[in-house]
């Protein structure tokens, strides 16, 4: 993998772990009981600045108090390894990725198995984006969000 390459597949892993952010935070707001009828936006803007452990200890606890379930136990699990794996890429990875020892002077990868995480990992989040789209979908139903 080129350091060009890498540059455009790490731009896409981090929009993808955006957009799950975003899933999560439509999940939340689709879940706050609220009499007056608050459009979905204010409700949205209730978890802008929330980290994604607290998004998804949010929905563990919704689930609880309203005896539903969004998500399996095996679901958040994964979330959690999700989790660590966005850090990683968000944190870690950009510094790695001037680090002289990742590309070699052609500016290809000096190990592929870093370039096979990143498209592992992206493989991933995009599969998660799809789950948790819709679950977002099936509570924006009035009979769920509105009781």
């Not at 999940?27 to 409700?43: P, Q, T, V």
């Not at 990143?118 to 599969?127: K, R």
Request: aromatic residues 12%; contains cysteine; negative net charge.
């Amino acid at each position: 993998m080129t350091k060009s390459e890498f540059r455009q597949k790490y731009a896409e892993i981090i929009e993808e772990y955006q957009l799950i952010e975003f899933n999560l935070r439509s999940i939340c707001a689709l879940s706050i009981f609220n009499s007056n009828k608050e459009i979905l936006l204010d409700r949205l803007s209730k978890y802008e600045s929330d980290m994604i452990w607290e998004l998804i200890k949010h929905i563990k606890d919704v689930q609880v108090q309203r005896q539903i379930t969004l998500l399996s136990q095996d679901d958040f699990d994964a979330l959690d390894v999700l989790r660590k794996n966005r850090n990683y890429w968000v944190h870690q990875c950009f510094a790695d990725e001037y680090n002289p020892v990742v590309f070699d002077i052609k500016g290809e990868l000096r190990k592929a198995e870093f370039g096979k995480k990143l498209e592992y990992d992206l493989q991933e989040v995009i599969n998660w984006n799809e789950k948790l789209g819709e679950v977002v979908r099936s509570n924006e139903k009035p009979d769920i969000i509105d009781f």
